[in-house]
């Protein structure tokens, strides 16, 4: 079951300049800060109410990630839903013939996470995740 937006994924050329705004300006306090190896990418979790602001910052130039930096600029991302069994929602989006972009769920800065395609929602990247407790 969908429970809440878990968080909205933003991307951004400097995490550190970003911070001045979400951090320091808004006041929001950091959860987690973290470089991604494998998605090539800084993540940055700030804690708003029950959900969160995730930065997303590239480190490199061969993931979508820095593709849709390098195309649309700076912005919002993806927004993310949570779920107390990411494989089932999963397994239920594909039964439905919704398009993904992850096969199967994968750890992520928010536990275990998997992304459902933009073109099946209506433009909007998705995001499932489960909270590793
Ligand atoms: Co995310």
Do not use: W
Request: net charge negative; hydrophobic share 40%; proline share 5%.
């Amino acid at each position: 079951m969908l429970t809440k937006v878990h968080h909205v994924g933003i991307v951004v050329h400097s995490a550190d300049e970003a911070l001045k705004f979400y951090r320091d300006a808004l006041g929001l306090p950091v959860t987690a800060d973290q470089v991604i190896e494998d998605q090539g990418v800084r993540g940055i979790l700030l804690q708003i109410g029950g959900s969160e602001i995730e930065l997303l910052e590239p480190t490199r130039n061969d993931t979508g990630v820095a593709r849709f930096l390098e195309s649309r600029g700076e912005g919002m991302h993806h927004i993310c839903f949570e779920s107390d069994d990411v494989e089932k929602e999963l397994e239920a989006a594909r039964a439905r013939g919704i398009e993904l972009i992850d096969e199967k769920p994968r750890p992520g800065l928010a536990g275990m996470i998997c992304f459902l395609h933009p073109k099946s929602n209506h433009g909007v990247l998705i995001e499932f995740a489960t909270p590793v407790a």
